[in-house]
């Protein structure tokens, strides 16, 4: 029955080179992720306590930051045309880590899954009405858990709508409100609210999308190139970060407010539910299909069970729509910011075995070359976990630079240095399950 809930989409093999899409289908979807609503709201945040350039500064240092790990991961997520969680059994982690990763991944992108639909619950409820914040919470989960359902392709169709549609109304409401304002005054303005430092807006831009990047290799492994990854990126990243990031930022100065409801509908009255709505759908299928990706490897892993990712992503899915709808997901909000320093010591572990270590390279080129994954893998790696432990607080207790960078940066090194030394060893073998071609698996 499993097997009739949506598509699979690849979750546990390697996406064959038949099933991958051009560049530019990638690039919407990875445009959407960051020109969603939270990308306004982020905007809208730093122009409420910086002023236009120097919110422009904070945005440029964290697009670079995000550029930079999602490049390099997404590199091999292209490569290997495997998900964040599967490619992490050999890219430092062992079987037991890219366990604890896809735990990790499902738990983070199921609260943003949930954080999400609960803010445009709010929205719905204050400008339409009809239903309660709670019905509204149900009703928006469940359409993004029924697109994502059908996988990568449905949401790409989702994505040709909803950016365009999310770009128009969101230059409506820019033109609308800027249009009363002296735009040189407003740039010229100083902050309406208390003011963030150049640190304090860097790590905001940094940190609200460091989860995102990290799990570029689920998105990436339809792509078809190297160069398809960079493009993409490059595209995405900038025109997420300065169109809608610099728009919320002006906003902000003009209504003096960073209550992006507030934005929104002095702007553009009613029409403003329609920019919420497209806003949110667009980043909210990526983190259920993450979240999804992520559990399947979980359960495989722990369980020793092939769970179907459709039946994965409607299960998460009704549970993130309730958890919205029970408003109890600001129990969730310190957890995520904790998470935010915990994920990016594994984009640092991964590209530094990827790239410079290489322990387990050659058995990914290897299987590779049968489009499939290698037959074993390490159930753990100490010096790995030890790593990853050892960045993780530093970049939560540490207060000097960002947080989320000074654990990256630290872990990529430790993990350099341990791999020179031979430190980095797997401990125990497990057979993959997993190991047939790419193309048997759909």
Known sequence: MASAVGVDDYALSRVPSGARYSWWSVAVQRFGQISALSQFLLGATLGFGMGFWQAFLALTLGAVILEVVAVFVGVIGVREGLSTSMLARWTGFGRAGSAVIGLAIGISLIGWFGIQSAVSAQGLASLVGVLPEWGWSLVFGLLVTAIVLWGFGSMAWTAYVTVPAFLILVGWSIISELSRHDVGALVASAPPGPQLTLLQGTTLVAGGFIVGAIVTPDMTRFNRSVADVVKQTLVGVTLGEYVIGMAGVLLAHAVGTSEITTIVTSSVGWVGILVIVAGTIKINDWNLYSSGLGLVNFVGTVLGRKVHRGAATAVIGLLGSVLAAA?????????????????????????????????????????????????????WVPATLLIWLAAALVGRFVEVGLGSINSLVLAFVLYVVAGKLGWVRGVGSHRTAEAVPAGSAV
């Open 327 to 379: 408003g109890i997901l600001d129990a969730f909000v310190d957890f995520l910011t904790v998470l935010g320093v915990v994920f990016p010591p594994i984009a640092g572990i991964m590209v530094a075995e990827y790239f410079v270590v290489r322990r387990w390279r050659g058995e990914l080129e290897r299987a590779r070359q049968r489009g499939a994954v290698p037959e074993s893998a390490p159930g």
